[in-house]
């Protein structure tokens, strides 16, 4: 159980980290020619770069997804401890469901 939270706390920090590199690149760089060079110097990974408003938004969905996941694995585990299930458990993979839908439409309207 500890474990799952020491993740939702890294995903969280990720999900941040993702937000302000995105917010930096996209609207407070001057120089976006002399940004990407830095960025190439500094080999940032693919998974953080960001060419666009809707990349930006495509990223953060898919966090917030697999921070879903997260908790959604957390309230299983507290759930199997303790007993009770709900139908209320099942709103959080239906949620993820739809993030994951909203990127696949995301995708190919960027195709």
Sequence with gaps: MEIAG???QFLLG???LVFAYGVYGLW??????????R????????WLRIGGVTDLKVKLIEVIAVILTVLFLKRV???GLEGETSWTL?????????FALTVWLLRQAED
């Design 90 to 98: 099942l709103i959080i993979p239906v949620a993820v469901a739809l």
């Design 6 to 8: 020491s993740l939702d």
């Design 14 to 16: 990720l999900f941040l």
């Design 77 to 79: 585990l507290s759930v």
């Design 39 to 46: 960025r190439d110097v500094v080999k940032a990974p693919d």
């Design 28 to 37: 407070v760089v001057a120089d976006r020619d002399a940004w990407a060079q």
